[in-house]
């Protein structure tokens, strides 16, 4: 059920964690999945909800920095010199989980995913929260694990149905894609995902880049080879193809959509062979901010595959390369097309459903 983000629903919705349900609400990145992150049971009801993978961990967001001392064994430095910089903000700091902290949340290992938001219902839900329970929220995206994310509160609907008992509308995500995380566990900063931070605004908090990461840096959400997919398949073509291939594939007998950036209007007898053609903005952030609701409208029934103008390199475009990588590319094949029901079902072990 969708409800507006007044003083009296995020009353009632923190009083709905911390009786252990499910909740979804706004964040500046996406919408996010939340359950009491101190209550393995509620935790397990979110991974029961995506369908995600039991080893997969998730990101617990706080009201404050202060906050972050119940669940991490210890702030370094560099973390303190980022959370200060960038808290609240899209910025998912990996540090050593507290000693107590349940390893549902982590996916099982000695690390643990911090985050302050800064959308104003996010941290009114967080502090509401914390005087009725934990004050910590543990919120993968408001999505069926592996597709698109949700950036307005009726595409949470639209993917989970009325399993979920609120659903706090607080409009349209303000980034529009998730939050940049760096570990910081071993000493040293590594990036782990690209987001709205590019790592150009690490480096220039840090006097350094950050190092890439590698095999034996955390899991962390969001990294998986196939992950942000619509049903669809997702083809990423070089701007002075994209009318070749559109073509060849609606004569191919394909139904096509296209989201092109800047090969749209020249194009007009492509145009005529494919009705949803989606022209982008050229900034990376207004791109970022559409690109998730754009892929929805794109991925209608019957559409077979949507055809993406690769947008041009740079560390502006770094965040949006790697979500359109990742729809792209081979995924498992048997995922669930609607809406789902949930009970108080273990996470699932296996991969991507």
Known sequence: ????????????????????????????????????AANPRAVGRVFALKQRPADHPLIVHL???????????????????????????????????????????????????????????????????????????????????????????????????????????GGDSDVGIESTIIDVSSGHAVLLRPGAIGVDRIAEALGELPAARDARSPRASGTLDSHYAPQAQVMLVEADLVAEVVRFLAGDGKSVAVLARTAGEPLLDAVRIVPRWHRAPADAAAYAHDLYAVLRSLDVPGTEVIVVEQPPPGVQWSAVH??????????????????????????TAGGRR
Do not use: C, K
């Not at 989980?97 to 690390?111: E, F, I, S, W």
């Open 1 to 36: 059920m969708i409800v507006p983000a007044t003083p009296e629903e995020l009353e009632r919705a923190a009083r709905a964690l911390a009786a252990g349900d499910v909740v979804a609400f706004p964040t500046e990145t996406v919408y996010g999945l939340g359950a009491d």
């Open 322 to 347: 790697d979500r359109l990588l990742r729809a792209a590319a081979d995924r498992p094949a048997g995922a669930s097309a609607g809406p789902i029901a949930v009970d108080d079902a273990a996470p």
């Open 63 to 169: 009201a404050s920095a202060e906050a972050a001392a119940a669940w991490a064994a210890e702030m370094p430095p560099l973390a303190r010199r980022l959370a200060e910089r960038f808290w609240p903000g899209p910025l998912t700091l990996v540090l050593r989980r507290a000693p107590g902290v349940d390893t549902a949340v982590t996916g099982g290992q000695d690390t643990i995913g911090l985050r302050v938001p800064s959308h104003p219902v996010a941290l009114a839900l967080l502090q509401a929260f914390a005087r009725v329970g934990s004050g910590a929220i543990a919120a993968p995206s408001a999505n069926r694990f592996g597709r698109l994310s949700a950036t307005r509160a009726a595409h949470v609907v639209d993917e989970f149905g009325d399993a979920l008992p609120l659903v706090i509308d």
